[in-house]
């Protein structure tokens, strides 16, 4: 796989199209700061009050003890430039970020996975009832349920993990629905570094999920969940290599930074570095109330503070996820990533559900502006027929679907492109979860040609690089690949 490029033009795509969340936001940072400055106003008024009626010695006893150590900080800050002082506030800034890095590092189970033998359980679990409506509502509010904070508690206090391992090593499977009415299912992925707590991890969740049965059953009447054999397996992934990798890498380079910072330092800023260290144990060991001084007009300004902060945080979040996002985006092209001929574009109707939907659609066509728009259909009949022309080219008359969770509308996107090949003569087989369905991977030995199909927002690129590889060594000539939206 070649190194992926950050296209600016996307960047913005992908932080206009939250703009819901933005102004979410916004609202809520403006109004919090907005009441803050209330409270902090009431409060320094209430405590000029109570000034007025106590004795003023406690105080004066106060300044006199603290005087002397802000005499040697401001002694001191006159001996140095502000790009000293700053040089010194920094180091010890990283010096506390080392601190959580370091502790991270010690406690977090994910660095405890061994990239070479990560254990993997899958637990499925079917919901029927008696309209399709009801159970899809049900499904849904699982889904919620499981990624919320009630499942983190319930597993720190069965198993040994912490909140954060939780949110990093339970997962669910993109959202599955089966042909018959009134059914659906939602499928959950644990990792874990033992076989042992991957099992302990996985039966938490499953009784997690029961109990919620118990407490939902008083809301929603006549359904049942039922779950399937739970299966765990040993993978090898390079996700988690390359996190632990670059998380060591970073911290090394952190404190490589901070050793050659205190390294430069001049005698006067060892002895500020040594004074400020000792008051920041100082006032984490005795904490002192701090109260900030405002006025009746300064709250336009605290809102108006509270508005730039929400939409940089935000807007900062979002870069981060972008730029260090693993799953394939649809603007991505195989071609240029894989050298894998990119057959089509099969695009969704997203926006079409959302509130005020027109919006996104205006995002979407200033980044699409210049390129041609397809609808879901002529972006089928365009890929069956670049599917047939390289299936013909290649002789073949059978050709293979392959792809990671070939479920949901990839499932029904592989339908309709297989019934419509099979109109022209030439067989589809669809195969899905080649790298972790054994019984999948055996049947590639009978492949010749295959089409990769991919979810765009849910297939990794690590996994299309493993399905590449897996194909070249069984011998199996690549016609293409297809991108599901």
């Not at 990792?191 to 407490?215: M, P, Q, W």
Request: charged share 30%; with cysteine.
């Amino acid at each position: 796989m070649r190194e992926r490029e950050i296209n600016l033009k996307d960047l913005m795509t992908e932080i206009l199209l939250k703009w819901r969340v933005f102004i979410v936001l916004i609202l809520v940072c403006a109004v919090a700061l907005g009441v803050d400055y209330a409270s902090s106003w009431k409060a320094k008024e209430a405590q000029k009050a109570n000034t007025e009626q106590t004795d003023q010695e406690p105080e004066e006893q106060e300044t006199e003890e603290t005087a002397p150590e802000k005499e040697i900080i401001q002694e001191l800050e006159g001996q140095l430039t502000d790009l000293q002082i700053s040089a010194v506030k920094y180091t010890i800034a990283n010096e506390e970020s080392l601190a959580d890095r370091l502790a991270y590092e010690q406690q977090s189970a994910l660095m405890k996975i061994n990239a070479d033998q990560v254990y993997r359980a899958t637990a499925t679990f079917y919901l029927s009832s008696d309209s399709r409506e009801k159970t899809s509502s049900i499904v849904s509010l699982y889904e919620d349920l499981i990624r919320g904070t009630g499942l983190i508690d319930y597993v720190v206090k069965r198993t040994e993990l912490k909140e954060n391992d939780v949110t990093e090593l339970v997962s669910l499977m993109g959202r599955t629905s089966a042909a018959v009415q009134e059914k659906d299912s939602f499928t959950v992925v644990v990792f874990h570094y033992s076989e042992t707590g991957c099992r302990e991890l996985l039966d938490a969740v499953t009784d997690f999920i029961y109990e919620k049965k118990n407490e939902l059953a008083e809301i929603f009447d006549a359904y049942e969940i039922t779950a399937v054999e739970p299966s765990l397996v040993t993978v090898n992934t390079l996700d988690y290599s390359d996190y632990q990798k670059n998380y060591l890498t970073d911290t090394l380079k952190l404190q490589q930074e901070i050793e050659s910072s205190k390294g430069a330092f001049t005698e006067e800023q060892v002895q500020y570095y040594n004074v400020l260290s000792n008051e920041k144990i100082t006032n984490q060991e005795e904490p002192q109330e701090i109260v900030t001084t405002v006025t009746p007009r300064s709250r336009a300004k605290y809102i108006v503070l509270g508005t730039v902060l929400a939409a940089f945080l935000y807007a900062f979040w979002l870069f981060a996820v972008y730029v260090f996002n693993t799953k394939i985006r649809t603007v991505d092209n195989l071609q240029e990533l894989y050298d894998i001929p990119q057959l089509g574009m099969i695009p969704g109707e997203h926006t079409d559900r959302k509130l005020f939907g027109f919006m996104d659609k205006i995002v979407l066509r200033l980044r699409d502006r210049g390129k041609r728009s397809f609808s879901k259909e002529e972006a089928l009949e365009l890929t069956e027929a670049a599917i047939k022309l390289a299936a013909v080219k290649e002789a073949l008359t059978t050709v293979y679907l392959v792809g990671c969770n070939l479920q949901g509308m990839q499932g029904e996107i592989c339908d309709r492109l297989k019934e419509g090949l099979q109109k022209e003569n030439i067989q589809v087989n669809v195969l899905n979860n080649i790298l972790y369905d054994a019984r999948t991977m055996k049947e590639i030995e009978k492949a010749e040609g295959a089409v990769l199909v991919e979810k765009a927002g849910s297939t990794f690129y690590s996994e299309i690089s493993q399905e590449s590889e897996l194909l070249k060594r069984q011998g199996v000539r690549i016609l293409g690949g297809v991108i599901v939206d």
